[in-house]
C-alpha cells in the first residue's frame, strides 16, 4: 500500500515506531513473569496478583497527568526520560537477583513504578506521531501501533516463561535491554518534538479539564467516552468467562495457550489490512460493525466450551477490532489540536480502561450465580446493549471515510480559552 511505502520513508516515525515496538517486548516478557517471580517468593496467589495490579494502577493513575506533561514538555525527552527510568528499574531487579538479594517489596515498588513510567509514555508518543506524520499516513501509523501490540501480546509471555525458567531474574534483564535500545533508537528522531507554542498556562487541574471538555465538546467523542469504557468491560468480561469455563472444564494448558496464540495471530492480521478498511469504508460505520462483531461471535462459546469455539470467536471478532482503533484514533487526532493531543488521548485512554479491572469480577459474579452457558449469554446481551451506543448516535454514523477529515476538521472550532488562576 502507498501509506506503507510512505511510512517506510519516514525515517523518524520508523525510529520512534521501532524503539517504542523494542521496549513494549520487553516490558511484556516483564508483565508477564512478575506475577510468577512473586509467587515464586511468597507461594501466595494474592501478591502474584498485587504484582499485575500495581502495574497497571502506576499506569492508569498517571494517565492524566502524563497528558498536561506531552503537551507542555519536550515529547521526544518526555519519552527518552520514560524508557531510561524504565531501563534503571529492571536492571536493579537484575542486579538484586544476581546477588539473590531480591525481595517482594522491591519487585512489587518496581512493578507500580513501571507502571508510572508506562503511562507516562503513551501521550507523549501519540503526541509525536501527529508531529512526525501527515494526516494521510495517520490511520497506517496507528494501525502499525495496534500492530505492535498484538506482536508484543503474542511473543511476550513464551519469551517470559522461557526466560523464568532459566532465572528469576532473566526476564528483567531482557526487559532492561530492551529499554536501553529503545532509549537509544528515540536518539535517532529528528524532528522537532518539542511541545507546541501556547500562552500563558492554566493549573494542571485546569489543563486536565480543557482536554475533557474538548472531548465532550464534540458528540463523536462524548459518544466515545461513554462507550468504550462499557465496551471493554463487556467483551473483557465475556471472554474471561469463556477463558474460566476452560479451566473449569479441565482443558490442558497448552489448548488454552493456542488460543491465545490464534487470538494474537488475527490481531496481526487485522492491523496489516486495517489501513486499506479505514480508507475504504466510512469510519463511522466501520466503528457500528466493530461495535456488534462481537455479539454473533459470542453466541457458540455460550453453547460449545471448547478452545476452538473460543479461538475463533475471539480471533475472528479481533480481526476487525484494530481497523475500528486506528480508524476512530486516527480521526480523534486529526480533529484535536496540535496542543490539546496529549490531554485528549490520555483522558480518552483513562477513561477506557477505567473498567478493565472489573471485567475478571463481573465475570466471577455471573460465574457463582449462573451456569456457564447462561453466564456467556448473559454478557452477549450485555455486549449488544453497549453495541446500541454508537449504533443510534448520528454522530457517530455519520463520520465519513478519511479522504473527508480534513472538511470536517475545519468545522471543528477552536477549544475555549481557560482561565489561569
Same mark, same amino acid.
Given at each position: ?54 502495574? !497497571? =494502577? @502506576?499506569? #492508569?493513575?498517571?494517565? *492524566?497527568? +502524563?497528558?498536561?506533561?506531552?503537551? &507542555?514538555?519536550?515529547? /521526544? $525527552? ?106 537509544? !533508537? =528515540? @536518539?535517532? #528522531?529528528?524532528?522537532? *518534538?518539542? +511541545?507546541?507554542?501556547?500562552?500563558? &498556562?492554566?493549573?494542571? /487541574? $485546569? ?215
Amino acid at each position: 500500500m502507498s501509506s506503507y511505502r510512505s511510512l517506510a520513508r519516514n525515517r523518524d516515525f520508523t525510529a520512534l515506531w521501532v524503539g517504542a515496538t523494542v521496549a513494549e517486548l520487553g516490558s511484556r516478557v516483564s508483565l508477564f513473569a512478575m506475577p510468577l517471580v512473586a509467587y515464586a517468593m511468597s507461594g501466595s496467589a494474592l501478591w502474584a496478583a498485587a504484582a499485575e495490579a500495581l502495574f !497497571l =494502577l @502506576g499506569m #492508569v493513575g498517571v494517565l *492524566l497527568p +502524563a497528558g498536561v506533561l506531552a503537551d &507542555r514538555c519536550h515529547r /521526544l $525527552r518526555l519519552m527518552r526520560f520514560s524508557l531510561g527510568v524504565g531501563a534503571l528499574l529492571y536492571a536493579s531487579l537484575v542486579a538484586a537477583g544476581v546477588a539473590g538479594a531480591l525481595t517482594l517489596p522491591h519487585l512489587l515498588g518496581v512493578a507500580l513504578v513501571s507502571g508510572v513510567v508506562t503511562g507516562l509514555f503513551s501521550p507523549a508518543e501519540y503526541s509525536a506521531i501527529r508531529t512526525v506524520v501527515s494526516q494521510e499516513e495517520l490511520p497506517t501509523a496507528l494501525s502499525q501501533q495496534q500492530a505492535r501490540q498484538h506482536v508484543a501480546a503474542l511473543v511476550g509471555g513464551p519469551v517470559g516463561g522461557a526466560l523464568f525458567g532459566l532465572a528469576r531474574w532473566a526476564p528483567f534483564a531482557a526487559d532492561a535491554v530492551t529499554y536501553a535500545l529503545g532509549w537509544l !533508537l =528515540l @536518539g535517532r #528522531v529528528h524532528t522537532d *518534538l518539542s +511541545a507546541p507554542p501556547r500562552g500563558e &498556562r492554566a493549573r494542571p /487541574l $485546569r489543563e486536565v479539564a480543557e482536554g475533557l471538555r474538548f472531548l465532550w465538546g464534540r458528540p463523536f467523542l462524548r459518544v466515545l467516552l461513554v462507550w468504550s469504557p462499557a465496551a471493554n468491560l463487556a467483551i473483557n468480561a465475556l471472554f474471561f468467562t469463556a477463558l474460566l469455563r476452560l479451566v473449569d472444564a479441565g482443558f490442558p494448558a497448552w489448548q488454552i495457550g493456542l488460543v491465545e496464540a490464534s487470538i494474537g495471530a488475527c490481531g496481526i492480521a487485522g492491523a496489516i489490512v486495517a489501513p486499506w478498511l479505514i480508507d475504504r469504508f466510512a469510519t463511522g460505520r466501520l466503528t457500528v460493525l466493530v461495535a456488534w462483531s462481537f455479539v454473533p461471535l459470542s453466541v457458540p462459546l455460550a453453547l460449545w466450551n471448547h478452545p476452538v469455539a473460543m479461538a475463533l470467536a475471539a480471533s475472528v471478532g479481533l480481526f476487525l477490532n484494530p481497523a475500528g482503533n486506528a480508524g476512530v484514533g486516527s480521526y480523534r487526532m486529526a480533529i484535536t489540536p496540535p496542543e490539546l493531543v496529549g490531554r485528549v488521548q490520555s483522558t480518552m485512554q483513562f477513561t477506557s480502561m477505567l473498567t478493565m479491572p472489573l471485567a475478571p469480577a463481573l465475570a466471577g459474579v455471573l460465574l457463582a450465580g449462573l451456569d456457564g452457558r447462561d453466564a456467556v449469554l448473559a454478557l452477549t446481551a450485555l455486549t449488544a446493549l453497549v453495541a446500541l451506543v454508537p449504533t443510534l448516535s448520528r454522530s457517530v454514523r455519520s463520520v465519513p471515510r478519511p479522504a473527508q477529515w480534513p472538511r470536517l476538521a475545519e468545522q471543528v472550532p477552536d477549544p475555549a480559552p481557560v482561565a489561569v488562576g
